[in-house]
C-alpha cells in the first residue's frame, strides 16, 4: 500500500510571493498523482494530475507540479500566490492498474495581505 | 446529476444510534468511493465499488461500519452504534471508470458528530 506524506501542515506566506507545498510518496511502481484542493466551505476539487508524458504539469490558475520519480516526489509550487489561493490542498497517489486512491494529510495555505 | 450529491450535510446523533449517509454520484459514473476526513486528519479510504460490487472495502474501520449501492448509482454507507471516535466528515466521490488515472469528484461530505 501507498502512504503520502506532506510534511508541512499549515503554509502561511504574504501575497505575491511564491510557495511550494511539499509530497512525497513511499512506492516507485507505476503511479498517477493528484492535488486537490479544498476552499473553504466548499468540498475537494481536481487542481492537477500526473498521468504520463511530461513530468511537470500545469493548473489554470498558474500551480504546477513536478513529477520526480527518483525522489518519489509532487510538490506544487506558484510563483505568486493570491489572497483567493487561501485553502487546504491534498496530495493523492493511485497505482496505476488500482482503482485506490491514497491521500495525505493536506496542507492549509494561509495566504496574507 | 451534475455533481456527487451527499445527505444529509450535517447530522447530530446519539451514541449508540445508527446513522444512514447517502450518496449519490455524477449521473453514468460507475466508480464510487467513501472517505472519512476527521479533525486534522487525512482522507481515510473506506470503500471502493465498481458498479454494485465492492472490490475493495478494506478501509472499513470496524463491523459497525457497512456500505451497499443499488442500481449502478446510489450509496448507502450505514454506522451502526455510533461511537464518538466516529465524528467525522464523510466523503463520497464517484469517477467514470476503471482507471485509477481518471479524475475523482468529490461531494461536499456529511458531516457527522456523535454527542
Known amino acids: 500500500a501507498q502512504s503520502v506524506t506532506q510534511l508541512d501542515s499549515q503554509v502561511p506566506v504574504f501575497e505575491e510571493a511564491p510557495v511550494e507545498l511539499r509530497c512525497n510518496y513511499s512506492?516507485?511502481?507505476?503511479?498517477?498523482l493528484f492535488w486537490y484542493v479544498q476552499y473553504p466551505n466548499q468540498g475537494l476539487q481536481l487542481l492537477l494530475k500526473y498521468l504520463s508524458g511530461s513530468t511537470l504539469v500545469e493548473s489554470i490558475n498558474g500551480f504546477e507540479a513536478e513529477f520526480n520519480k527518483s525522489q518519489t516526489s509532487f510538490h506544487l509550487r506558484k510563483p505568486s500566490v493570491h489572497i483567493s489561493d487561501t485553502a487546504e490542498y491534498f496530495c493523492a497517489v493511485s497505482e496505476s492498474g488500482f482503482n485506490k486512491f491514497y491521500f495525505g494529510s493536506g496542507t492549509k495555505l494561509n495566504v496574507k495581505p | 446529476g451534475a455533481g456527487v450529491s451527499q445527505s444529509p450535510s450535517n447530522k447530530v446523533t446519539e451514541k449508540g444510534k445508527d446513522v444512514e449517509l447517502r450518496c449519490d454520484p455524477i449521473?453514468?459514473?460507475?466508480?464510487l468511493y467513501w472517505y472519512r476526513q476527521s479533525l486534522g486528519q487525512g482522507l481515510e479510504f473506506l470503500i471502493y465499488f465498481q458498479g454494485n460490487s465492492a472490490p475493495d472495502k478494506s478501509g472499513l474501520p470496524s463491523d459497525r461500519f457497512s456500505a451497499e449501492r443499488t442500481g449502478g448509482s446510489v450509496s448507502t454507507l450505514t454506522i451502526q452504534r455510533t461511537q464518538q471516535e466516529d465524528s467525522a466528515v464523510y466523503l463520497c466521490a464517484s469517477s467514470s471508470g476503471r482507471n485509477s488515472g481518471n479524475t475523482i469528484y468529490f461531494g461536499e461530505g456529511s458531516w457527522l458528530t456523535v454527542v
Open positions: 449521473s453514468g459514473h460507475t466508480a
Open positions: 512506492s516507485s511502481v507505476s503511479v498517477y
